[in-house]
């Protein structure tokens, strides 16, 4: 139980951004419907790298914490791509849903 609060801890240090993105590509899937899925989808792959490699560049330091409590940069990031990607599936989802009962 303690590992998941950790998990959530780094993940909740840089969730404003993916979950920002994740509402976009909602916003524009309920605009525009199914057709804009391979678009988004990888808008949202691409944007979760570069996410990536600016968390791994200026918390370089920061990971020296999880891993002094057993907890691996790679679990770390396991998770936290997990994670953001249930939440982009439940967001998109949810679009698609409201775009059909609306058109």
């Known amino acids: 139980?303690?590992?998941i609060?950790?998990?959530f801890i780094f993940y909740k240090s840089f969730f404003f951004?993916?979950?920002?993105i994740s509402i976009v590509c909602a916003y524009f899937f309920f605009r525009y419907g199914i057709s804009v899925f391979s678009i988004l989808f990888w808008f949202k792959i691409i944007t979760l790298v570069l996410i990536f490699s600016c968390i791994r560049k200026y918390k370089a330091n920061g990971f020296y914490f999880y891993k002094n409590l057993g907890i691996s940069k790679k679990a770390l990031w396991v998770f936290s791509i997990s994670f953001d990607l249930i939440i982009y599936v439940v967001?998109?989802?949810i679009a698609l849903n409201l775009y059909e009962k609306f058109t």
Do not use: R, W
């Open 91 to 93: 967001i998109t989802i």
């Open 17 to 20: 951004t993916p979950l920002s």
């Open 5 to 7: 609060k950790l998990y």
């Open 1 to 3: 139980m303690k590992s």
